[in-house]
């Protein structure tokens, strides 16, 4: 009987894993994926100084190197900060917290988008506006967090 490891998102396992794929971007042997649709919404949100930051189970360097090295080009200069398992887990309200005092605004004038309804529960909890993202399968009849097929059905 064969098994694979679960994924884990173990802070030291992701810093590791950063280090691993370094190597691969930088030499170009593959590129990060980010949705065309993604990319194209970021740049706007962006052109229209809205500050944009990740929060990712991904090492802050890991990020980088895939939004540095993205299918899209360079998307780093889109990103106002980086945030990863350091400062708490994704499914934390404390973490969600810890972003938005770190900001430096107050968690309701900040919009957390995921497809993971537990990391939006805990940024809801902490006081953050939410958007469930789902690509693919069937919306909720009765979500507990707005809903969105892709970026381009994002109002901000």
């Not at 894993?17 to 962006?46: M, P, S, V």
């Not at 780093?76 to 917290?97: C, Q």
């Not at 497809?115 to 006081?127: K, P, R, T």
């Not at 919306?139 to 970026?151: I, M, V």
């Amino acid at each position: 009987m064969c098994c694979f490891p679960k994924d884990r998102k173990i802070t030291p396992l992701k810093s590791l894993q950063g280090l691993i794929w370094e190597a691969g971007y930088r030499n170009g042997d593959f590129k990060g994926h980010i949705y065309t649709d993604a990319t194209a919404q970021l740049r706007a949100w962006h052109a229209r100084d809205i500050k944009l930051y990740v929060y990712s189970s991904g090492s802050v360097y890991a990020q980088k190197l895939l939004f540095g090295h993205s299918e899209a080009g360079d998307l780093t200069p889109l990103f106002s900060g980086y945030f990863d398992t350091h400062i708490g887990g994704k499914r934390e309200a404390d973490a969600y917290r810890t972003i938005a005092d770190e900001i430096g605004l107050p968690a309701g004038e900040i919009l957390f988008l995921s497809d993971i309804v537990e990391e939006l529960d805990a940024a809801q909890a902490a006081g953050m506006r939410t958007i469930q993202l789902v690509r693919d399968g069937e919306l909720d009849a009765r979500p507990r967090h707005r809903q969105a097929r892709d970026f381009d059905a994002i109002e901000i």
